[in-house]
């Protein structure tokens, strides 16, 4: 109670920094969804944030519970779907099925379309699988077999998956925060919370990659 006491004086105050740390207290103790959709919204304003970390956050979103409009379930499966990430995409497409939010009211074609290419789109991805591993191991950037990696885990195969994550990120990348926070994400996935939470404090980046693998490290002291 003193925490949402505070909570409410600081943000009457327009003291921002207080207010959020307050929040990240609270969800740390009451993980409540309005909570992380506070904590997830004020962190996409800022003005250092990257777009490119929007699935990460929609990650995040989801796993807290936080995700409950179609159009964000929509958005996150498209991203999931251009990352290569599409044992994730029919996760996240079958829970907002799940939840009564996807395949009703007008959109609903269009949600069952979008279902069906993520099927299509998986099943071509098993099948040229081998091959795309070679390309992969073959190229001179560690991105690629991050994100087989990444797919991998998502799929079930987490010992296999996290050790290409693990030779993307020794072979190098372009933006290694960003591949830290995937095998953060990903170490979390597959429930080794001990090398998540060591991993998540290694996420250095300044264009929000820190800040969101902070809320995920928050996240993860509750699973």
Do not use: C
Request: hydrophobic share 45%; no cysteine.
């Amino acid at each position: 109670d003193r925490l949402k006491l505070l909570a409410n004086a600081t943000q009457r105050m327009n003291d921002t920094n207080a207010y959020v740390w307050a929040v990240e207290k609270l969800v740390t103790y009451y993980p409540q969804k309005q909570y992380w959709t506070d904590l997830l919204g004020r962190l996409q304003r800022k003005p250092n944030f990257s777009d490119r970390l929007a699935l990460d956050t929609y990650r995040l979103s989801l796993a807290t519970g936080a995700t409950s409009a179609a159009a964000d379930y929509m958005e996150m499966v498209q991203l999931a779907v251009q990352a290569g990430s599409l044992n994730e995409a029919q996760q996240a497409m079958d829970k907002g099925f799940a939840a009564g939010v996807l395949g009703v009211g007008p959109e609903a074609e269009r949600h069952k379309r979008l279902k069906d290419l993520v099927a299509k789109r998986l099943a071509e991805a098993k099948a040229g699988q081998a091959q795309a591993l070679v390309e992969a191991k073959a190229a001179k950037d560690g991105g690629e077999l991050l994100a087989i990696g990444m797919d991998q885990v998502y799929g079930g195969q987490a010992k296999a998956g996290l050790e290409l994550m693990q030779q993307g990120i020794a072979k190098g990348t372009k933006r290694p925060d960003d591949a830290k926070l995937h095998l953060a994400i990903a170490q979390l996935v597959a429930g080794d919370h001990a090398k998540s939470a060591a991993t998540f404090r290694t996420v250095q980046g300044n264009d929000g990659t820190a800040d969101l693998a902070r809320l995920w490290a928050l996240y993860a002291r509750k699973k």
